[in-house]
């Protein structure tokens, strides 16, 4: 992770990222340490290698897969608010910071490497979708005393901004936290489509400045 962040300070003004833009990603690079998705993609040969290329998409959409099962065995099954919560925390923080990756640093190609195909990307993005939901869904069950069910659909009618559901005290910020993630999650997604920052460009990157 070392050496990307040096990568990135080496080819920054290549990319015409300067001040916070610089700061915020190199703080996403620096988050990847306690990634358990990029250390398998750091343990993986690269894509690039015939060889090794199915290898790569099976191990990620496997962990991604455990991800989703960890959450449908949590809606199940509570190990308790606190495990619950901890767990839930691990898979929204490995959501964001891969989608967040994908968008700020995916223009450096030296760093990351291209979306493997435009269609997988949206299925991932559909997953990461129920995720969410099934996660708040969770918090929900164990924070503000609903069950499972009703849990999964209040955060469904949060993520639709069509409800949500009733809280009192400091709980009140659990509900304003999936407003926020969902938010920044339809900004990620419409970005990625106008913008073209990267999250369905199929491999293409922006040129560098002055090229």
Same mark, same amino acid.
């Given at each position: 992770?070392?050496? =990307?962040?040096?990568?990135?300070?080496?080819?920054?003004? &290549?990319? #015409?990222?300067?001040?916070? =833009?610089?700061?915020?990603? @190199?703080?996403?690079?620096?988050?990847?340490?306690?990634?358990?998705?990029?250390?398998?993609?750091? %343990?993986?040969?690269?894509?690039?290698? *015939?060889?090794?290329? !199915?290898?790569?998409?099976? @191990?990620? &959409?496997?962990? %991604?897969? !455990?991800?989703?099962?960890? $959450?449908? $065995?949590? %809606?199940?099954?509570?190990?308790?608010?606190?495990?619950?919560?901890?767990?839930?925390?691990?898979?929204?923080?490995?959501?964001?910071?891969?989608?967040?990756?994908?968008? +700020?640093? #995916?223009?450096?190609? =030296?760093?990351?490497?291209?979306?493997?195909?435009?269609?997988?990307?949206?299925?991932?993005?559909?997953?990461?979708?129920? =995720?969410? !939901?099934?996660?708040?869904?969770?918090?929900?069950?164990?924070?503000? #005393?609903?069950?499972?069910?009703?849990?999964? +659909?209040? !955060?469904? $009618?949060?993520?639709?901004?069509?409800?949500?559901?009733?809280?009192?005290?400091?709980?009140?910020?659990?509900?304003?936290?999936?407003?926020?993630? &969902?938010?920044?999650?339809?900004?990620?997604?419409?970005?990625?489509?106008?913008?073209?920052?990267?999250? +369905?460009?199929?491999?293409?990157?922006?040129? *560098?400045?002055?090229?």
């Amino acid at each position: 992770m070392r050496q =990307e962040i040096k990568t990135l300070w080496r080819s920054h003004q &290549d990319y #015409g990222v300067h001040g916070v =833009e610089l700061v915020f990603d @190199t703080g996403l690079l620096a988050l990847r340490n306690i990634s358990i998705s990029y250390w398998l993609g750091m %343990c993986l040969p690269p894509t690039d290698h *015939p060889q090794y290329k !199915a290898r790569h998409i099976w @191990t990620i &959409d496997l962990y %991604c897969i !455990a991800q989703l099962s960890a $959450l449908l $065995l949590l %809606c199940v099954r509570t190990l308790g608010p606190i495990v619950d919560s901890v767990i839930v925390g691990y898979v929204l923080f490995d959501i964001y910071l891969n989608l967040l990756n994908i968008v +700020f640093i #995916g223009k450096f190609s =030296e760093i990351n490497q291209p979306p493997l195909s435009i269609e997988r990307s949206i299925l991932l993005l559909m997953v990461n979708v129920v =995720e969410i !939901a099934l996660a708040f869904g969770i918090l929900y069950r164990d924070w503000l #005393g609903l069950s499972t069910l009703k849990g999964v +659909f209040k !955060a469904i $009618l949060v993520f639709g901004t069509v409800g949500y559901p009733q809280s009192s005290g400091n709980l009140v910020l659990l509900v304003a936290l999936q407003i926020v993630l &969902d938010v920044l999650l339809l900004v990620i997604i419409v970005s990625s489509f106008v913008g073209q920052l990267g999250l +369905f460009s199929n491999g293409k990157r922006r040129q *560098p400045a002055g090229v």
